[in-house]
């Protein structure tokens, strides 16, 4: 069942379940997993920010997540379907396109994300129905969902799963209003090898991504979901969404160790201030220009 070049008890203590025996393949068992990925995995760009992108082959991206950081959806959900298919679920990889809150438009399935199904296993339609997988979205799902059309609730998000006009023979997740961006196209087919080694150059290192611009980190929580976009720190709970800016680099860093886990163990003083003075220089810019807007 296990696959070379993963350690499945490592990852399995990453996320917190390396308390009992590996169960075969359920919904229960993928519940489980995918809760405790996105509460303890975190979504976020640092590397990129201080310079030193990394790769986003499987393997180099489980390594990632047992070396105690996250990454995007290249990384997140590659490493989770690494996991996965080590555990034996039949998992699937797929093209898709996140439509930011900036477009007006969906983008459709460009392959700016990586999108997960897993097969085979009931869902409250089908005794061996697909169920929509994905780790890598920051605020997204928290558990997983059947892949077929309706409206779905976990915690303040409120979720659709319907065709996709922009994938044709694809699907459309949108959005809760309270999320980070409006929803995603999915492919209907597999993703070709190779597929999204061109769009992580340019996301990782194009001055154009926003993973470039700014600093983003992301967690969901069952209860919501807390959000660092530069020096906005966000919590999105049942009541809202409440924030502010933090102006102390103090506190900055305190939030992504406490908050994400991110104690960037591996940078010395000189790079966490200079991570902090490009931070805190994009946020001020950005205020000016709203206030002049």
């Known amino acids: 069942m296990a696959r070379v070049g993963i350690d499945i008890a490592a990852y399995l203590r990453r996320l917190g379940l390396d308390d009992g025996p590996v169960p075969p393949p359920s919904v229960d068992w993928l519940t489980r997993l995918h809760r405790a990925h996105v509460a303890r995995v975190p979504y976020e760009n640092l590397t990129i920010q201080l310079g030193r992108p990394h790769g986003i082959h499987r393997d180099a991206a489980v390594g990632r997540v047992l070396a105690g950081s996250g990454g995007y959806c290249f990384h997140l959900n590659g490493a989770f379907a690494r996991l996965l298919g080590a555990l034996g679920f039949d998992v699937r990889r797929h093209l898709a396109g996140v439509q930011p809150a900036t477009s007006p438009a969906p983008v459709g399935a460009t392959g700016n994300h990586l999108a997960l199904t897993v097969h085979g296993l009931p869902t409250p339609a089908e005794p061996a129905g697909v169920w929509l997988v994905d780790v890598g979205l920051g605020d997204g799902p928290a558990d997983p969902l059947p892949l077929r059309a309706g409206e779905y609730a976990q915690g303040p998000f409120r979720y659709a799963l319907g065709e996709s006009a922009a ?26 090898a190779g597929a999204f080694v061109d769009m ?51 506190e900055w860093f305190a939030i ?32 000016a220009t709203e206030v002049t807007a």
Do not use: N
Request: proline letters at 6%; glycine letters at 12%; one cysteine or more.
């Open 167 to 192: 994938a044709p023979g694809g699907w459309r997740f949108g959005h809760d209003p309270l999320g980070s961006f409006i929803g995603f196209d999915m492919a209907g087919g597999l993703a070709p």
């Open 200 to 250: 992580h150059a340019y996301l990782s290192t194009s001055p154009d991504s926003p993973f470039v611009q700014k600093v983003i980190v992301q967690r969901r929580r069952a209860a919501g979901a807390d959000r660092l976009r530069g020096c906005v720190f966000e919590r999105v709970t049942a009541d809202g969404v409440r924030g502010h800016d933090v102006t102390d680099p103090g």
């Open 256 to 287: 992504l160790a406490e908050v994400f886990g991110l104690t960037l163990h591996d940078t010395d003083p000189d790079e966490r201030a200079a991570l902090w003075d490009r931070t805190w220089r994009a946020h001020t810019v950005w205020r």
